[in-house]
């Protein structure tokens, strides 16, 4: 649960497979004795009737045995709702925290994809705990996310600053503003303690140079999606769709965005965000977004399933 006013957690559905089904077998008489099998496995993602082939009378040849295809498991997402624990990011203009509004519009989405019957989703939190930026990662990886989400509503110098943005790895930022947005994001892990050791300039250049050309071009869609998905109803920054060395987005064969879904130092952003019913607009216009993306994607990466 979130111990905050933001919403509950969503709980992460299970990957039951469904056990085969038993083999068919019956004994025939012809010259000599002799014993004919046919067997029928199905193993389906979702809830699936067991069968067995039956084969014909004596002395009459039955049709060969049809195997059943396993479907296609569901694409998994990955939510990653931002910082956590100690770590509160951002604190609005009326004392709100990033972490808290991270956590309750990653639930609303997670619930919306869920009810879709479209997706399998995850979130890398979702209760109140701090996760390093590499565990956050690693998550995705081991659970072998098709996508990668990390839902942020952070604060900038200038207060008058408000709306949207979607933000893709790069080694060098797109701008001044995103590249300080990095930096504090990057500086997450100070929060860990020591045993918690920041990734260096370098060796985030080294991770981005990791990932894959399909990588990129995965993020980039997503990225064009999402922009084009919140512009009807969601206020966006100019530029909306940026880039800059994020390191929770350095999955090298996970496609991986970052939204930032306003600004908590913009008053008109953060009363917003407050309100269940705007992150329920956020939320639905990020699903559209996760629709097109699969529906037009270049490719589904090798984790996906």
Known sequence: MIDNPFGAAAATPSDDVPAPSALGRRTLLAASTGLLGASVTTSVFAATHHHATRLSPPHALGAPAIVGRASAPLPLVMLDPGHGGKDPGAIGVSGTYEKHIAEAAATELARQLQASGRYRVAMTR????FIPLDGRVEIAQGHRAALFISMHADALHDPSVRGASVYTLSSGASDAQTAALAQKENDADRFGGPRVHATSPEVQAILSSLVTEETRRGSAHMASSVVSSFGPKI???????????FVVLKSAEIPSVLVEMGFMSNHLDEAALRQAGHRMMVAGAMRTAIDHYFASGPGVTAYAG
């Open 235 to 245: 206020g966006l920054l100019t530029h909306p769709s940026r880039h800059a060395a």
């Open 126 to 129: 979702s209760d109140d705990r």
